[in-house]
């Protein structure tokens, strides 16, 4: 079975430039997440998709960050204008969504961001 | 405040011995806990769920405990080897939601 896959793998911008990341889910899960890992953090939850629809983004900067899952499959998420403290690795995750409250979520590898 | 802690320091120990790690929350009351583990530069790979009513899962070489009275889990790798070396996060539950602590560095040396 083939893993989340997530592009680039890495970016460099300047500040103030916009970024774009994409993600692919594991086929079949209805639950995509996409994660801020500031290093020697936690990953920290952006955004929660069900399907194509939002299911928490309470901790998403919405005025520089924006993510969307279209057809409820590829999702991306951009960030436009890049700030420094934007530097991370951003995760992609999906999850089943049996049903049951404690799916297991696969990661992909991540793109790390540098922001100049 | 909510907190989520996890050693700071990194775990040194020597193969074959047994790793602990700990986690210690303030202010949640999850419904269940996971543990992961990260490689640098890989996103994270779950291990082990632990649930609210249960006191202690195994698999393999792993055991969580979940004691929810002290508010801490404790997580175990027996018979340590080099490649266990890695980060080991812990994450709360809430429905699907997770909420990760920093981690804690594990180094196994031969």
């Known amino acids: 079975e083939a893993g989340v896959a997530q592009s680039p793998r890495y970016k460099i911008i300047e500040k103030r430039q916009s970024v774009a990341f994409w993600c692919n889910p594991i086929?079949?899960?209805?639950?995509l997440y996409w994660y801020q890992q500031i290093l020697g953090q936690g990953p920290k939850l952006l955004i929660q998709?069900?399907?194509?629809?939002?299911?928490?983004d309470s901790q998403l900067p919405k005025d520089r960050f924006s993510a969307e899952r279209l057809k409820g499959v590829d999702s991306t998420l951009k960030i436009q204008p890049a700030k420094l403290e934007d530097s991370a690795v951003y995760l992609c995750?999906?999850?089943?969504?049996?049903?049951?409250?404690?799916?297991?979520?696969?990661f992909g590898p991540g793109t790390r961001l540098t922001v100049l | 405040s909510q907190k989520i802690e996890q050693n700071s320091e990194a775990l040194n120990i020597q193969e074959g011995k047994t790793a602990t790690l700990t986690c210690n929350y303030t202010?949640?009351?999850?419904?269940?806990l996971q543990w992961y583990r990260q490689d640098p530069g890989r996103g994270p790979v779950f291990l082990l769920l632990?649930?609210?009513?249960?006191k202690e899962k195994r698999k393999e070489r792993l055991k969580v405990t979940f004691d929810t009275t002290l508010k801490q889990s404790l997580f175990h790798i027996t018979a340590s080897q080099p490649a266990d070396s890695a980060t080991y996060l812990c994450?709360?539950?809430?429905?699907?939601?997770?909420?990760f602590g920093a981690g804690t560095i594990l180094r196994v040396k031969s």
């Open positions: 995750a999906s999850s089943l969504d049996s049903g049951r409250a404690q799916d297991t979520q696969y």
């Open positions: 998709f069900q399907n194509n629809g939002v299911v928490d």
């Open positions: 632990i649930r609210e009513n249960e």
């Open positions: 994450a709360l539950g809430y429905g699907n939601k997770l909420v």
């Open positions: 086929s079949g899960h209805a639950t």
């Open positions: 202010n949640y009351s999850p419904a269940y």
